[in-house]
């Protein structure tokens, strides 16, 4: 899994300082402890990431982008066969913070990875839901 590389400070805001894992020209910040994104209400009534009525996880993560370039994301289950991950990145924003929804069909172990031009950048992540 994928532990972010670097501590946020509280006042970053929106600028490459905010985005906790990445490099000069990408970054994400990764707001699941230890490289697990639980899906479902959390026992302090918050959540992470949304179970679909179909079963599918669906996340916000916040990426920053270096160039002009459209973010384009992708995803791949690495343990088992499954769906690709969709990720829904708007249009309009250009540099800097991007939002991203993505939507992981199933739990798992998966591989996102994000790029713009020729900037790359990949994580890994286990997706599980909430135990009741």
């Known amino acids: 899994m994928t532990i972010p590389t670097t501590a946020v400070p509280p006042d970053a805001g929106f600028g490459a300082a905010g985005f ?11 707001h699941w402890p230890k490289g697990r994104l639980t899906a479902g209400i959390l026992p302090g009534g918050g959540a992470m990431a949304i179970i679909q009525k179909d079963g599918s996880i669906r996340a916000k993560v916040g990426w920053w982008v270096a160039a002009a370039d459209r973010l ?48 790359r950048l990949t994580f890994v992540v286990e997706v599980v839901k909430v135990r009741r």
Not at 20 to 30: E, F, I
């Open 72 to 119: 384009v994301v992708t995803g791949r289950r690495l343990d088992t066969l499954a769906r690709p991950l969709r990720a829904e990145v708007p249009t309009g924003y250009g540099l800097g913070f991007q939002p991203v929804v993505l939507t992981f069909p199933t739990v798992g172990c998966w591989r996102v990875t994000g790029s713009a031009g020729a900037a």
């Open 20 to 30: 906790n894992y990445g490099n000069t020209r990408l970054r994400a910040h990764l």
